[in-house]
């Protein structure tokens, strides 16, 4: 038995004992220290049919902890090996890192660097994940120097992290967001100006002034549109979010006047070497004090609480979930 969030149809999400099973064919068993709440996550609190997909459910599409058994076929870690594992499953078709203990598959679980402890790798979690996979995408079309980029969603887990790391490589960033509170906080992370996310809310032209040497979207809905609509030539922008809307307004004009490249960014089913390569390069560009600034810590209670907010788009930056607090 382990102590975990369990969200089900018949009950509203608690925190409860659940059985954990023996891991199988190519699972391991993990002591986890750490998950954190992520978009996805309130989703599966309020039993999204998109995101929970088996009910019961524990949440945590992030896990981070140390692995105490190894199923049979598992060889690329060890017991006692600290790790990480990010999407995957967890918390939607397979119960996640809500829990003290977790069995998840192996084959997507990355041995953290020595330089990134337990709580600074749950900070980062699938939000810092999914904006480095972001950056490693955009960095094969635009160089810094090359113009303006810009990160909408910018108060959100990943445009946070997104803005660290694209200052931290040198490129100029522009944030967009609807809080005006967060200016001072964003300018911190390393963004060099904050623009409204009104301006990019609403529809425009398909074609727009030129601006936007490349971006990083976790908007979707007119807010991208727009965003490609005014994107120069041969610049790219990555598309790992749909908070405002899953459709894309858009003609194919950006795409054949201008050659931009829109990249889709998908940290679910990333494959190991991705993985591996994104967190050797989030131990090295990514700041530690920077994440620090702001990230919250919440216990199994709590978090509960924070989903939702998450989902609303009232939570700055990230919270990470202490298991045994």
Partial sequence: ??????????????????????????????DVTYSSVNYKDGLALARNPGVARVDPLVPGIDVVGTVSALGPG????????????????????????????????????????G????????????????????????????????????????????????????????YEVTASTGRAANEASLRALGATDVIDRATLSELGRPMQRAHWAGAVDSVGGATLANVLAATRWGGAVTACGLAQDSALPTSVMPFILRAVSLLGINSVDAPLPLRQ?????????????????????????????????VVAGNVHGRTVVAVDR
């Fill in 1 to 30: 038995m382990t102590r975990a969030v369990l969200v089900s149809s018949s009950a509203p999400p608690t925190v409860t004992e659940v059985d954990v099973a023996d891991p199988t064919e190519g699972e391991v068993l993990v």
């Fill in 115 to 170: 330089s990134i402890d337990d709580s600074f790798a749950a900070a980062i979690g699938t939000a810092g994940f999914t904006a480095m996979l972001s950056v490693l995408a955009l960095e094969r079309f635009v160089e810094p120097g090359s113009g303006p980029v810009l990160v909408t969603g910018a108060s959100g887990g990943v445009g946070t992290v997104a803005i660290a790391l694209l200052a931290a490589r040198g």
């Fill in 74 to 113: 598992v060889h690329d870690v060890a017991i006692g090996d600290r790790v990480v594992e990010n999407g995957a499953g967890l918390g939607e078709t397979r119960h996640g890192g809500w829990a003290e203990h977790a069995v998840v598959p192996s084959g997507s679980l990355v041995v953290l660097p």
């Fill in 277 to 309: 390569q994104a967190w050797q390069r989030l131990a090295t560009d990514l700041d530690p004090a920077l994440l620090a600034g702001v990230t919250r810590v919440a216990g199994l209670e709590e978090a509960i609480a924070v989903g939702p907010e």
